[in-house]
């Protein structure tokens, strides 16, 4: 079986729907205390990917295995109670909720998983670090777009999971917020060493501003895995990616 690194590796992925094939045997490697940046053009297959290895969509093909175990077949409740979480494309919250209380879910999720107590203090340090804090009172949809994503990031990491999968975290963020999240993410990575992370984003200077290493889709395939140096300036990734010209590297995140 495979060397144990403890964080997530999926083999031969192919998720079909119909005669559409949006995966055609990807293959990912997510190691215990790595980030890695997902990229690839729109339609490639990214988010597709993230709900096969969050248990959203049970792949057609493939196998998936967390600390070296499989997890195939696995729902995505059972997967998040294993430490699997994710935040998606659009922040999903509970509206009825408050920010605060919405915390307290993934406070929820953490204590089923490992049993801790006493986390109440890291719920008011992480909304204080993602810049939430003035808004734990209120709803979800009484606070800015940007707020909502945060808080949903905010929500996965108070989770303490052992991998943590985001969905473009920073779609529909202002420049500001932007530089905002990379500094939240950077306490993160500080904070949470052994934390295997994927994130999908089209805004490829944040990506490798947080993520040493890259993995590239495109049409369902692996184009290209290595250092964020090394596969930003491949040739092939320049050409699908990044447009002809190469020179787009900071290429703003899509509207889908
Ligand atoms: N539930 C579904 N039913 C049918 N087709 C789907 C479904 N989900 C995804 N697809 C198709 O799979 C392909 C990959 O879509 P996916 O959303 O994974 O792309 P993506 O790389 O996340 O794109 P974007 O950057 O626009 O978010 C697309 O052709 C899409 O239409
Ligand atoms: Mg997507």
Redesign the pocket.
């Given at each position: 079986m495979s060397e144990e690194t403890g964080g997530l590796r999926a083999r031969g992925i192919v998720?079909a729907?119909?005669g559409?094939v949006?995966?055609n045997g990807v293959d990912i490697d997510l190691p215990a205390g790595t980030w890695t940046g997902l990229i690839?053009?729109?339609?490639?297959?990214?988010?597709?990917?993230?709900?096969v290895l969050s248990g959203v969509?049970r792949p057609s093909a493939g196998t998936v295995e967390l600390a070296g175990r499989s997890v195939d077949g696995a729902r995505a409740g059972r997967l998040a109670r294993a430490g699997i979480v994710r935040t998606f494309?659009h922040p999903q919250l509970a509206e009825s909720l408050t920010i605060r209380e919405n915390m307290l879910l993934g406070v929820d999720l953490r204590r089923r998983r490992t049993g801790a107590e006493g986390i109440d203090e890291e719920v008011a340090e992480l909304l204080d670090v993602f810049g939430c804090a003035k808004y734990e009172g209120y709803l979800p949809a009484q606070a800015p777009y940007g707020i909502r994503k945060a808080v949903e990031l905010a929500r996965a990491v108070v989770a303490d999971p052992v991998v943590l999968l985001l969905?473009?975290p920073a779609a529909g963020l202002s420049k500001d917020e932007r530089a905002e999240l990379v500094a939240s993410l950077r306490w993160v990575r500080d904070r949470k060493p052994d934390l295997a992370v994927c994130l999908?984003e089209?805004d490829v200077r944040l990506v490798a501003a947080v993520c040493p290493a890259i993995q590239v889709?495109n049409f369902?395939k692996v184009l290209a895995v290595g250092s964020a140096t090394e596969v930003l300036t491949t040739p092939a990734v320049q050409e699908a990616y990044l447009g002809r010209s190469g020179r787009h590297l900071e290429r703003e995140g899509?509207s889908?």
């Open positions: 998720m729907f119909g559409n949006a995966l690839g053009p729109n339609g490639s297959g990214k988010t597709t990917l993230l709900n969509y494309q969905d473009e999908i089209h889709l369902g899509s889908s």
